[in-house]
């Protein structure tokens, strides 16, 4: 399982930022949630592996 960042190094709101970010985010939790974790944090971790390899390019393209 590839390391995640850790929570104290996430950007909560970060002016740095930009909106293809906030694109990519929305896209990912949309993903990531759209069936409920209910196992532990090693299924979510997984949602959210599985949820970006399948994360197309275009989606980052259509935000630029």
Request: negative net charge.
């Amino acid at each position: 399982m590839p390391d995640l960042i850790p929570p104290t190094l996430w950007p909560p709101n970060s002016p740095d930022l930009n909106p293809v970010d906030y694109k990519v985010w929305a896209v990912m939790k949309e993903r990531v949630y759209k069936t409920k974790i209910v196992i532990n944090v090693d299924e979510l971790c997984d949602c959210i592996i599985n949820a970006w390899e399948e994360l197309d390019q275009r989606v980052i393209d259509a935000t630029v």
